[in-house]
């Protein structure tokens, strides 16, 4: 039987933005429920160590998904881990629906959605076993880890060619692969990648298995060229992978600004083109993606939050006017917090 809740906001993901964006509508006195698929951590879970969070010069992903969770929670946000969220959808003027795989439905008159993106998998043997043991989808978080190595890229985009050469600050070879025989990055980043002494590129060829020791970290990568068919392993120590990332935006049920890519266009206040609607985090549209950015943008999207919904209900009247008014008092009134 479907059960029916009632909470000021509803935040969905339990990253670092979600739990961040919890811990800020907690500390404003909001009723505020984080509901999550899995357990609470998001992408830190399969982290293996972060040396790029303020604060902390080494930790590993649990424990700052542990500490996270935590502190939101000292504030009075409620958690619901292992539930899936299938739909959010703006029923009236004021109001959103949140609805579970279960059946279940939270009301509420803000959402935040924080549910991330997901970054497009080889999906070859061991490329899972071997996350974040050598295998990683992020240069700028884990580049560090691979001082004076040599490592592998995979894609043929601007993204793999700029991480590539940015991967050779650290690493002392890079491989960049590619299953075609010329890339689709743009003409100005090629230059940069065959101008770099420390980047081999590989063409005309496919990544087939990611080898190491069991329980272990990465020792090789199995390729393979499309030509000939000639298998070879690369002795190389890590591989990161940039074919894609899709934003998990596929639970909101209404028409959005997005970018070319699918994600979200917000305004300075982390709302989206649907009134009520804020977004922080991965599936925003914006220029990295990190533990930090994700935190920056859910602060301000919850004290953003907590505004629009005192102005919604100060507001005279109700209904669409009343939203109208909350919405530009929210765009335009957001200081005064600390």
Same mark, same amino acid.
């Given at each position: 039987?479907?059960?029916?809740?009632?909470?000021?906001?509803?935040?969905?993901? +339990?990253? =670092?933005?979600?739990?961040? #964006? /919890?811990?800020?509508?907690?500390?404003?006195?909001?009723?505020?429920? *984080?509901?999550?698929? %899995?357990?609470?951590?998001?992408?830190?879970?399969?982290?293996?160590?972060?040396?790029?969070?303020?604060?902390?010069?080494?930790?590993?992903?649990?424990?700052? +998904?542990?500490?996270?969770?935590?502190?939101?929670?000292?504030?009075? &946000?409620?958690?619901?881990?292992?539930?899936?969220?299938?739909?959010?959808?703006?029923?009236?003027?004021?109001?959103?629906?949140?609805?579970?795989?279960?059946?279940?439905?939270?009301?509420?008159? *803000?959402?935040?959605?924080?549910?991330? @993106?997901?970054? $497009?998998?080889?999906? $070859?043997?061991?490329?899972?076993?071997?996350?974040?043991?050598?295998?990683?989808?992020?240069?700028?978080?884990?580049?560090?880890?691979?001082?004076?190595?040599?490592?592998?890229?995979?894609?043929?985009?601007?993204?793999?060619?700029?991480?590539?050469?940015?991967?050779?600050?650290?690493?002392?070879?890079?491989?960049?692969?590619?299953?075609?025989?010329?890339?689709? &990055?743009?003409?100005?980043?090629?230059?940069?990648?065959?101008?770099?002494?420390?980047?081999?590129? *590989?063409?005309?060829?496919?990544?087939? !298995?990611?080898?190491?020791?069991? %329980? @272990?970290?990465?020792? @090789?990568?199995?390729?393979?060229?499309?030509?000939? %068919?000639? =298998?070879?392993?690369?002795?190389?120590? @890590?591989?990161? *992978?940039?074919?894609?990332?899709? =934003?998990?935006?596929?639970?909101?049920?209404?028409?959005?600004?997005?970018?070319?890519?699918?994600?979200?266009?917000?305004?300075? +206040?982390?709302?989206?083109?649907? =009134?009520?609607?804020?977004?922080?985090?991965?599936?925003?549209?914006?220029?990295?993606?990190?533990?930090?950015?994700?935190?920056?943008?859910?602060?301000?999207? #919850?004290? &953003? /939050?907590?505004?629009?919904?005192?102005?919604?209900?100060? #507001?005279?009247?109700?209904?669409?006017? #009343?939203?109208? !008014? /909350?919405?530009? &008092?929210?765009?335009?009134?957001?200081?005064?917090?600390?």
């Amino acid at each position: 039987m479907a059960i029916i809740r009632d909470y000021d906001i509803v935040i969905i993901g +339990a990253g =670092p933005a979600g739990m961040t #964006a /919890a811990l800020y509508a907690g500390r404003a006195m909001r009723r505020t429920v *984080v509901l999550e698929a %899995g357990l609470s951590g998001g992408e830190l879970l399969r982290t293996e160590y972060l040396d790029d969070v303020i604060g902390f010069p080494m930790i590993k992903g649990d424990d700052l +998904a542990q500490r996270f969770e935590e502190h939101a929670k000292k504030f009075g &946000a409620n958690f619901v881990n292992f539930t899936n969220v299938s739909s959010v959808q703006k029923v009236d003027a004021e109001m959103f629906a949140t609805e579970t795989d279960a059946g279940d439905v939270y009301m509420s008159s *803000v959402v935040i959605v924080t549910s991330g @993106g997901t970054p $497009i998998k080889l999906g $070859i043997p061991g490329e899972l076993e071997f996350a974040g043991k050598g295998v990683s989808y992020c240069a700028i978080c884990d580049a560090n880890f691979f001082r004076n190595q040599t490592i592998a890229v995979v894609g043929g985009g601007d993204a793999a060619c700029e991480e590539a050469d940015y991967l050779t600050r650290f690493a002392d070879k890079v491989y960049l692969i590619h299953r075609r025989d010329e890339f689709r &990055a743009s003409k100005v980043i090629q230059k940069h990648v065959f101008a770099n002494p420390k980047i081999e590129v *590989v063409f005309n060829t496919v990544a087939e !298995e990611v080898v190491g020791k069991p %329980g @272990g970290l990465m020792t @090789g990568l199995r390729i393979r060229h499309v030509l000939t %068919g000639h =298998p070879q392993v690369l002795l190389v120590t @890590g591989l990161f *992978v940039f074919i894609g990332f899709k =934003p998990n935006t596929d639970i909101i049920k209404a028409h959005y600004d997005h970018d070319p890519l699918g994600y979200v266009i917000t305004d300075a +206040a982390m709302m989206s083109s649907i =009134p009520g609607l804020f977004v922080a985090g991965d599936l925003r549209s914006q220029l990295t993606r990190q533990v930090t950015t994700a935190s920056g943008d859910a602060t301000t999207a #919850a004290i &953003a /939050a907590d505004k629009y919904l005192k102005d919604l209900r100060e #507001a005279p009247g109700s209904g669409d006017r #009343a939203v109208e !008014e /909350a919405v530009q &008092a929210s765009h335009l009134n957001l200081g005064g917090w600390t």
